[in-house]
Nanobody
Framework: QLQASGGGLVQAGGSLRLSCAASGRTFSNYIMGWFRQDPGKEREFVGAIRWSDGTTRYGDSVKGRFTISRDNAKNTAYLQMNSLKPEDTAVYYC?????????????????WGQGTQVTVSS
């Protein structure tokens, strides 16, 4: 089970940190990913981290602004979002894939958390 939290309303240029708490299984052999979706749009890959060694991969639209990390002791992944823009407004989802490859396709991810709304005002 994945539980995403930390969304909210922030002004452009601000920061937010999302959390994804994992429970019910060990995710040490998994990829933890973040996706986002605006109404009427496709779910977009934001970034992901390989839990075992911390390898990360990011979508082009967030590179240099967003950072993914994980805390093994808390079984929690984080998405630190800096320099937020109005176009970052979306529902953000965390997901897990039992894979070595840090994939970008949503169909590679088996487990999904509920979304958390991020709204960036201009």
């Amino acid at each position: 089970q994945l539980q995403a939290s930390g969304g909210g309303l922030v002004q452009a240029g601000g920061s937010l940190r999302l959390s994804c708490a994992a429970s019910g299984r060990t995710f040490s052999n998994y990829i933890m990913g973040w996706f986002r979706q605006d109404p009427g749009k496709e779910r977009e890959f934001v970034g992901a981290i390989r839990w075992s060694d911390g390898t990360t991969r990011y979508g082009d639209s967030v590179k240099g602004r967003f950072t993914i990390s994980r805390d093994n002791a808390k079984n929690t992944a984080y998405l630190q979002m800096n320099s937020l823009k109005p176009e970052d407004t979306a529902v953000y989802y965390c997901a897990a894939a039992r894979s070595w490859r840090v994939g970008v396709r949503k169909d590679e991810y088996l487990y999904w958390g509920q979304g958390t709304q991020v709204t960036v005002s201009s």
